[in-house]
């Protein structure tokens, strides 16, 4: 090899190598800091069984969410039942959290993004109250620019992780791909929704705190409505003695009441009286308003027969049913229950509104 040819090859081998150099730069610039820790799991070594409770904080709030033999508790209302299926999804949530986007930051930043103590706190604890984790929810994250950030649709959420017991080191900030919509202190978010159920109304009386009471009853399930006191000229609204019955079967729960509630207006409440064709007797009461909800205290009373005829397949399976509802009733029966106005409007129409209205003379 002669020497030009030698000098070439070696600036040639240069060229080749700075460029590896350059391209190699490029690469690591392209890749995240944490690109060794991308998609692990945010709480390490964390299973479901393992979950005794959850703790949520939030800066006027808090929620503890526990794990009995027959499912799942609110403490704060009186080990009111929680909806599973919501426990479980939050913790699936929970365990499922990869690591995502991340950096390092200060106090300012934390309090920028709501990971100071204005954020959310998940507490996750086992048996005995053994400590399993905790993180720290804190404003949503979007990709794109919204113009109401409180309603909008996140596409993820700020979080900090904190590995119990606590690992010294400088705190990162997460981005997780779940906007975490369940970590909320409120009660409602959480409660088993199901109420009671007041079906097949053989009579019905609403005895207003103030106003007119009034009454309608039928023989049987088919029978037309009649009202009680009616007086000549007026003419009872079939539609309406129907709406203000079935809606009694329709119920749900807004929310509970703490027991520490106040100006609920149970002290002299509108009541509601039903009796049902299947043997049922049910009290009602219907206090205040607590925004779109009414305060209601309820009790039930009687046997599940009726009118029933056991030795029918389809009375044996409505007893069935009705029994199996009984537990849910009484344990309703000793909480106050926040129902929405919406459920009991058609039921705490005035008198005057159950009638037809008469035609104007031409």
């Not at 709480?43 to 799942?72: M, N, Y």
Request: net charge positive.
């Amino acid at each position: 090899m002669n020497a030009r040819l030698a000098i070439a090859l070696v600036v040639l081998l240069t060229l080749v190598g700075g460029a590896a150099l350059v391209y190699q730069y490029q690469e690591r610039a392209r890749r995240p800091d944490n690109a060794a820790t991308l998609g692990r799991p945010l709480l390490k070594d964390l299973q479901v069984a393992d979950i005794a409770s959850i703790k949520i904080t939030e800066p006027k709030a808090a929620l503890t969410i526990q794990r009995k033999d027959d499912g799942w508790v609110i403490a704060e209302r009186r080990g009111f039942p929680a909806d599973v299926a919501k426990v479980r999804e939050f913790a699936l949530k929970l365990i499922g959290l990869k690591v995502g986007q991340s950096e390092p930051i200060g106090d300012k930043d934390r309090a920028r993004l709501g990971l100071d103590e204005t954020g959310t706190q998940v507490e996750l604890a086992g048996a005995g109250g053994k400590p399993l984790g905790r993180l720290t929810v804190g404003k949503k994250y979007f990709r794109r620019e919204v113009e109401n950030p409180d309603k909008a649709p996140a596409d993820g959420r700020f979080v900090i992780p904190t590995v119990v017991p606590a690992q010294a080191g400088t705190q990162v900030v997460y981005i997780v791909s779940d906007p975490l919509a369940q970590a909320s202190a409120k009660s409602a978010d959480w409660i088993d929704r199901s109420s009671f159920e007041v079906e097949k109304v053989k009579t019905l009386e609403v005895r207003p705190a103030s106003g007119s009471p009034w009454r309608i009853e039928r023989a049987k399930d088919d029978a037309g409505w009649k009202l009680a006191g009616i007086k000549p000229g007026e003419k009872l609204d079939i539609s309406r003695a129907n709406a203000a019955s079935y809606s009694l079967s329709l119920l749900e729960l807004a929310d509970v009441a703490p027991d520490d509630a106040k100006d609920t207006g149970l002290d002299k409440p509108t009541l509601v009286n039903a009796t049902t064709l299947d043997g049922l007797t049910y009290e009602i009461k219907v206090g205040s308003l607590a925004g779109d909800n009414y305060y209601v205290r309820f009790s039930s009373s009687g046997s599940p027969i009726g009118e029933m005829r056991e030795s029918a397949k389809g009375d044996e399976e409505r007893l069935k049913k009705l029994r199996e509802r009984l537990p849910r009733e009484k344990l309703l029966s000793d909480y106050v229950l926040l129902i929405p106005k919406s459920k009991l409007e058609d039921t705490l129409k005035p008198r005057a509104e159950l009638l037809e209205k008469k035609q104007a003379k031409k």
